[in-house]
């Protein structure tokens, strides 16, 4: 993943929801497969953070079938 020294710098700086941000988008950019489990925990996540779920809505479609 090409993002992942951005997402990890965000993580450092404390800034979780640039790297939600990031995480989500590098997912759906690259078509990343993910596992059913790993979508529900985004899923959680972004509740969670009372993030906007049009971050993660649409990596359904990357989720190994």
Known sequence: MKDKKDIDEYLEHNELGLAFEVLCASIEKDKIKISQKD???INTLGIQMEMDNNLW????NNVIK
């Open 39 to 41: 979508y529900e925990i």
């Open 57 to 60: 809505i649409n990596l359904k």
